[in-house]
């Protein structure tokens, strides 16, 4: 990488503590989302719907990131 | 000749006429609730040696009602839902929402060829227009009053539950094959439907309004529900694999 590539990337680690914390904030919600859905298709007797994961998956981060 | 004539000149009036009658178009408003209840999922996870998260116990507390609007007219109807409830600017989810369709469109042609369809644009990032399997009904000589019309009960034959049977009830007097979600091919006009876990009411029925009802087809890729459920799996296999092993975990 050059001088100039660097300096697009590297972010201060302020900012970049954001972007990890972001990125492990969207992992969680993948988890918890992905839970959520599998729960209620289970109790409604349906086949899980990817809308409903995605919907799930949205509020969460909407939410808690 | 002259015999000819007049038949000819009397047809010629009474086919207009005819045709008039028969163009009927409307919008419906109904109320959609949840009809789910805690005990019903109870019941339902005793069977399965599953003890009823807190997590659904509170989507099914904190549902609430929305509204639903289907147009229609002689050739087509569309249905949809009421936009996103937000409180005070934050997302809510609401059960009945979900149960009741969320973003989906669902859309009747009922012209010589019959197709009903739910148009669906967020899993794939593409639109589709997912074909439904033809409507198969039971009607019976049960009755009530909707909104002022005399309504027959009907039950749907196609299997789509295990516990509940969709009941709709509809109105011969308005002669539209329509109703909300997939439930259409009945001789008259759907004012209540009890699905699998909602109910839709119709709370305002105009017929033939002022301002012409014109439909447009929602533009995406025509696909069997089959073709569809397929692509799903093949596009988002961990997410199915998941599901199975969440399956086999509940089992055990």
């Given amino acids: ?65 | 000749m002259n015999k000819y004539i007049k038949i000819t000149f009397f047809l010629l009036f009474l086919i207009p006429i005819n045709l008039k009658a028969q163009e009927l178009s409307g919008r419906v408003t109904y109320n959609v609730s949840l009809n789910l209840t805690i005990e019903e999922v109870n019941q339902r996870n005793k069977e399965r040696n599953v003890k009823t998260s807190q997590r659904v116990k509170d989507r099914i507390n904190d549902a609430r009602d929305i509204l639903a609007f289907l147009e229609f007219n002689k050739f087509q109807s569309i249905q949809k839902l009421e936009s996103k409830l937000k409180n005070d600017g934050k997302l809510i989810r609401n059960k009945t929402r979900k149960a009741a369709g969320s973003e989906k469109v669902y859309y009747t042609v009922n012209s010589f060829i019959k197709k009903n369809s739910i148009f669906e644009c967020r899993a794939l990032g593409e639109c589709f227009l997912i074909e439904q399997p033809k409507s198969v009904w039971k009607i019976s000589q049960e009755t009530k009053i909707i909104g002022g019309y005399l309504c027959y009960r009907a039950v749907y034959q196609n299997p789509l539950d295990k516990y509940k049977k969709p009941v709709a009830w509809f109105a011969p007097k308005i002669p539209a094959s329509y109703g909300p979600k997939i439930f259409i091919g009945l001789p008259g006009l759907i004012l209540e439907l009890e699905d699998n876990m909602v109910t839709f009411t119709a709370i305002k029925i105009e017929l033939n309004p002022k301002e012409k009802i014109s439909i447009r087809k929602p533009k995406g890729k025509a696909i069997t529900k089959e073709k569809y459920d397929a692509l799903l799996r093949k596009t988002f296999p961990q997410f199915y694999k998941k599901w199975e092993k969440y399956k086999e975990s509940k089992k055990s």
């Fill in chain 1, 1 to 65: 990488m050059n001088a100039n590539s660097n300096d697009e990337v590297l972010l201060t680690t302020k900012e970049a503590i954001a972007v990890v914390e972001d990125f492990g904030c969207a992992r969680d919600c993948v988890n918890s989302a992905m839970n959520e859905t599998f729960e209620e298709a289970a109790a409604d007797l349906e086949e899980p719907s990817m809308s409903d994961y995605l919907e799930a998956y949205e509020f969460c981060c909407y939410s808690n990131c």
